[in-house]
């Protein structure tokens, strides 16, 4: 069952998901998992200011959805996978109840318009 400190929780990680730029800085580092990036690195992989990207790196690891290691005079940052996990399991669990209609089908995914052909999972 979810308590309302969970769903907080939740609300607060979708909150950091819905910027475009931090979605794009959240798949990076998924994609990179598990060893991450420096925050010059992600700036340079998605063509963005350094300063913006650690505005956006802020509010991700203030949501729980990625982690920061400094490494000398760098920070590189991860995935919380073990969050994007429970994330997806919380919203699988609570808002589908195990219906299948929320089960889709690769086709579906490829045909999606939010979800461009190029980015299949």
Do not use: W
């Not at 929780?9 to 990179?32: G, K, N, T, W, Y």
């Not at 350094?50 to 982690?67: E, M, V």
């Not at 996978?81 to 219906?99: F, I, K, Q, S």
């Amino acid at each position: 069952m979810d308590t309302t400190e969970q769903r907080d929780q939740i609300v607060i990680c979708l909150e950091a998901l819905a910027s475009p730029v931090r979605l794009d800085i959240f798949r990076l580092l998924v994609e990179q998992e598990p060893a991450g990036l420096v925050s010059g690195e992600i700036a340079e992989h998605l063509g963005q200011a350094h300063n913006s990207i650690s505005f956006h790196l802020k509010s991700l690891q203030h949501a729980g959805l990625i982690t920061v290691q400094r490494e000398g005079r760098y920070q590189r940052y991860r995935a919380a996978m073990p969050v994007v996990r429970a994330l997806v399991a919380y919203l699988t669990e609570n808002c589908c109840r195990g219906t299948q209609e929320c089960a889709i089908t690769r086709t579906e995914v490829s045909t999606s318009p939010i979800v461009p052909p190029g980015n299949l999972p």
